[in-house]
């Protein structure tokens, strides 16, 4: 069973700009979450969705905001980029929701100039 | 304000080394679990504790959860350079949120 991928693997922006990234869970997964993870801050939740609904939110502006699909992939967005979320974006799925049971991709690294 | 504290940040050590790692909390989770990271890539997971007190054993890793469900260590016998890597706890708290600790970095050199 192929594991969580996640698109692109590595991005530059510049300040002002937005930007998408996508996660595909394992199949048969219905739940996606959203981390990001900076050397300062470490991993820090960002959301989860599960049926296409956002169920959690973690403490981030409004800048950040994400979606499902009916086929359980996920995207996030990031508009108007600071210097400050340059970051690795990473994407976990799991069966229903169970915390217990997350597999992580292998992220995507983001840098904004 | 970082609910789950790891010590220690770092550790540099010899193969053949043992060594442990805290994870600590003032807060009571349902589960916690390690994952071990490397570079490039996401945390892979090591290990789920549920109950206080548990211990399981993956080869040369011994995890613990204490019985408050409050903290929770990892030891490592005999430590190899595979060993290498970003060493994450993450505890289940408040409905479906995972909370991570910052992280211990462990290095084994040959």
Request: glycine fraction near 10%; include cysteine.
């Amino acid at each position: 069973k192929a594991g969580v991928t996640q698109t692109p693997r590595y991005l530059i922006k510049t300040r002002g700009q937005q930007v998408t990234l996508s996660c595909s869970p394992i199949s048969g997964h219905r739940s996606v979450s959203w981390y990001q993870q900076t050397p300062g801050q470490g991993l820090q939740f960002l959301f989860e969705y599960f049926s296409e609904t956002q169920r959690n939110k973690g403490n981030f502006p409004g800048r950040f905001s994400g979606r499902q699909f009916s086929n359980s992939r996920s995207e996030m967005n990031v508009s108007t980029l600071e210097l400050g979320d340059s970051a690795l974006y990473l994407c976990a799925s799991s069966l229903v929701g169970n915390q217990e049971t997350q597999y992580f991709g292998p992220g995507t690294r983001l840098l904004v100039l | 304000t970082q609910l789950l504290e790891q010590s220690p940040q770092f550790l540099s050590i010899q193969e053949g080394e043992n060594l442990t790692v805290y994870c600590n909390s003032s807060s009571v989770f349902s589960s916690l679990q390690w994952y071990r990271q490397e570079p490039g890539e996401g945390p892979v997971l090591l290990v789920t504790v549920v109950t206080g007190g548990e211990v399981k054993k993956l080869k040369r890793l011994t995890f613990q959860f204490g019985d408050a469900r409050k903290d929770s260590s990892l030891h490592i016998t005999a430590a190899q350079t595979g060993d290498t890597g970003l060493y994450l706890c993450a505890g289940a708290h408040d409905g479906n949120k995972l909370v991570f600790g910052a992280g211990t970095i462990l290095r084994v050199k040959s």
